[in-house]
């Protein structure tokens, strides 16, 4: 029977983009615009909103990763010494993802998943990707990297480290180009040198000024929507709202961006100002005392004993500012891009809400509302469901069958990864699993969002629900859970027109 099921079906590639392959009532449309909740939150019960301030409240313009994938080239080459052939690469947009691992002794970047398995298909030495069967071999018969011991909780270690900042995308970049002309050139080396000397060079364009000076120089070019950080800064102090800032950035640099974004009176919307916070230390660490800056931004010996508004204070810690706030617990949201440095500790130790800033969610929405993709994955799941049925059959006729579902399954998997970004795919899933990028999202952040102004969308009152997705023991109960790709967006309709 379950060959001539193959045989009256037909293969994917006969379906058009409308036909009835997508169940009715399936909702495929999602808004870039909207907020996502992993923890149910409301917005009533938030009295204290803070922020980070790089791809927080200031959003930069890719043009900002090409100048800093140029700078650091040339630090490499005229600093470090590093063949001139490497001036030739010029930076390659979406070449890399956050959330990746790099193999620091092997010179590899690569996805992995929630499990700490090697996504097949995503490794890659240099610009080439590396066959699945040569990374069996490197890791020793498996794809799993055990993470605990090499990478750590936050994604840092001595072997494999986690790409987490967005400011890391040319520095991956820097490190694959200069790997493959090693290779390419039949040059020997060391990939732990060059992951120090690149990591170096990349923390010469940010230490030096260097960013700080073209942002400055070519605001208009570098800082994106900045009346919507405006509106939403707005929107909460008009609301009764108490607003502070936490960044690493420098004073001078936060304040040319926040006066260009909403005015030379920004001070007057916030509380409290953290300036070169040194987070995360400064959520962890209890020993750097607050110190604060005069209207000249010459750094003051006086001891703090209160914050307060209208004054900039550097350094600190989390233990000092709660102490000094009492701003404690549930009625603080807190938002950042970095989920570590922003978010984890506050999330793990000090029972702060936390939102993530993912600017990525508006490519990755983007695709997943296409009719290409929900095809794809409507046909992919409807396969995998009929091959569960058939493993069953151990006749001849039926296990062809089988791998040719198989082959047309893997052909499925690498077309919907490609759809993302052909190196990589999506930053949120592998092809079984959600990435060990999206399990550390949706267990240090209570919301998520493409970028701040998705907040508008919402009133003051607003609750964020998550929603009941059912576990694997658990029966789909919903319609907007049998069907995938789809999502129940409040006001969906209204929204659509928003942008
Ligand atoms: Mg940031």
New binding site residues.
Partial sequence: QWVDFKKRSCSFSSFLPGSDLIPPGACKSLNAAAVYANNEVNLAEVDIYGF?????LALYSDALNTMIYNTARRFLIEHFKYPEGIRKYDYIQNFATRGLHYDIQKGLLMKIDAFHYIEPGTVYRGLSPVPDDEVLQLYGGTFHVPLQQDSGFYGKGPKVKQFMD?FSIPEMTLLAVANDFFITNDIDYDPVHLFKDVSVTIGMVHLKGYMYKWVILHIYNFILRGEETDAVLHQLVTHGKKLFLITNSPFSFVDKGMTHMVGKNWRDFFDVVIVQADKPHFFTDCIKPFRRLDDNGALRWEKITSLDKGQIYKQGNLFDFLRLTHWRGSKVLYF???LYS?LADLMLRHGWRTGAIVPELENETKVVSTDKYALNLTWLQALTGLMERLQMHRGTESKEVFQEWQREREELRVMTKNLFNPHFGSIFRTCHNPTYFSRRLSRFSDIYMTNLSSLLNYDQSYTFYPRRTPLQHEAPLWMDQLCTGCMKTPFLEDMSIIR
């Fill in positions: 980070d301030y790089d791809y927080t967005i950042g891009d970095h922003d």
